[in-house]
């Protein structure tokens, strides 16, 4: 009975460790990650489009937003939510820019297209 139970032991806890291993810490054992990609270049060209529809006159006052959202595996954003905002203006404002989002070209690895969580961040200074 015991060496059953310690056998059980020794096969589970491996499973259950590599079952933690994913999400936004997630450790990369094997094969290289390529990042996503938007409109054909890196975050620059995200920050080209966020910049270009974002309506300033909804921030009403300087402060940091944070938002994070999903590049899924086809290139969607997807899982929009901000982690830190400065009022409901300025979030409802994000979120709308978000959604007009087009896919990106999925991150991946060995490969196959993966999905990746984003934090973005933008900083409104009084001018």
């Known amino acids: 009975?015991?060496?059953?139970?310690?056998?059980?032991?020794?096969?589970?806890?491996?499973?259950?460790?590599?079952?933690?291993?994913?999400?936004?810490?997630?450790?990369?054992?094997?094969?290289?990650?390529?990042?996503?990609?938007?409109?054909?270049?890196?975050?620059?060209?995200?920050?080209?489009?966020?910049?270009?529809?974002?309506?300033?006159?909804?921030?009403?006052?300087?402060?940091?937003?944070?938002?994070?959202?999903t590049i899924d595996v086809d290139g969607s954003v997807k899982k929009i939510k901000l982690v830190e905002y400065i009022d409901a203006g300025s979030a409802a404002e994000m979120i709308r820019v978000l959604n007009l989002c087009p896919k990106w070209e999925p991150a991946k690895r060995n490969g196959k297209a993966i999905s990746i969580e984003i934090k973005y961040p933008m900083v409104f200074k009084r001018t």
């Open 1 to 69: 009975m015991i060496k059953s139970f310690y056998l059980l032991f020794i096969v589970l806890i491996p499973m259950i460790s590599s079952a933690q291993i994913q999400g936004e810490n997630e450790v990369y054992l094997k094969g290289d990650r390529i990042e996503a990609k938007f409109n054909g270049g890196g975050i620059e060209k995200f920050q080209e489009f966020v910049k270009g529809n974002f309506n300033y006159s909804k921030v009403k006052k300087p402060g940091k937003m944070v938002a994070a959202f």
